[in-house]
């Protein structure tokens, strides 16, 4: 059994929080201990036989929500799966697969990811679009973004195999399905696609403007500098196996840039915040505990002191 720890509130009682270990896959509190592994306690359940580790993991997990958020901080940071776990054995002495690495991944950013649903951005007058090519599965795919001229915030990511006018139009309608009001610029180079794919979506809402090189007022020296950065990222994307992962780790990466990643520029804020969205998480680890059921079942006594 755990000893209570008292504490003094203002009424002049003593609140003592007494800890019951909980089963984390049936919910029984007949456990007993089974020994501790680099300074974290083990349990086995009497009822189900099953052992855990009393180290807060999330149910059906052997690893804490603060390692796996520090995991996916380092990926989304561009570093290699190897280089994480090198990192993780350092500080917690753990040393997850590789493959348990790319699940919470997956797993975490379809969660981060589905909180975008419904949000709505305003997003300024501006927008700056440009597209790169990427290495996905030893084909060339292309890679569309649209970001913000003043917030910094990345609007919109499209992944395609093609460069065509549909891709840009694809771009275009996700850049208009979250914003308050259509922009009145989008900048982009020479590509004759975007000029038809602006009017084809904004109409008269909204002026195509050719950028006339990073020495004019309106250029695309923004949009530049933040494929600087996606290709940082883009490195350890090489042993993606299809577009479809591809998209995910993009979606994640529009996340972890907008609201988890300070921007140097706007003096440590995130892109996020200086656009005002109501997007729910500030970081990995509030995404990863979001969904974490706690295994200790606390009731608080008041004692007279």
Request: proline share 4%; net charge positive; with cysteine.
């Amino acid at each position: 059994m755990l000893h209570p720890q008292p504490e003094v509130g203002d009424s002049g009682f003593t609140e003592v929080t007494q800890v019951t270990i909980v089963c984390k896959f049936c919910g029984s509190t007949d456990v007993i201990r089974w020994g501790a592994k680099h300074g974290t306690q083990y349990y086995r359940c009497k009822t189900c036989g099953r052992k855990f580790a009393q180290n807060m993991a999330l149910p059906g997990m052997r690893y804490s929500p603060d390692l796996i958020a520090s995991a996916l901080n380092q990926f989304y940071e561009g570093m290699s799966l190897n280089a994480i776990r090198r990192h993780l054995d350092h500080d917690y002495q753990l040393i997850p697969s590789d493959s348990t690495v790319y699940e919470w991944m997956v797993r975490f950013t379809k969660q981060a990811v589905a909180a975008l649903g419904g949000l709505l951005v305003s997003y300024g007058d501006v927008i700056v679009v440009d597209e790169t090519v990427l290495g996905i599965d030893g084909k060339n795919a292309w890679f569309w973004d649209a970001i913000s001229d003043d917030s910094r915030y990345l609007v919109a990511s499209h992944l395609s195999y093609e460069r065509s006018m549909q891709q840009a139009v694809a771009l275009m309608r996700r850049v208009e399905a979250i914003g308050t009001k259509p922009p009145r610029f989008v900048v982009s180079d020479g590509l004759r696609s975007y000029p038809d794919a602006v009017e084809r979506v904004f109409g008269a809402d909204t002026k195509h403007v050719v950028s006339r090189g990073f020495s004019h007022e309106v250029n695309t020296n923004l949009i530049e500098r933040f494929h600087g950065t996606i290709k940082q990222r883009t490195k350890v994307m090489r042993g993606m196996q299809n577009i479809h992962t591809a998209r995910l780790v993009m979606d994640g990466w529009l996340v972890h840039y907008n609201f988890f990643r300070p921007h140097e520029s706007l003096d440590g804020a995130t892109p996020g915040r200086m656009a005002k969205v109501a997007y729910p998480f500030t970081s990995w680890s509030e995404v990863v505990k979001h969904g974490y059921i706690p295994t200790e079942h606390r009731h608080t006594t008041r004692l007279p002191t």
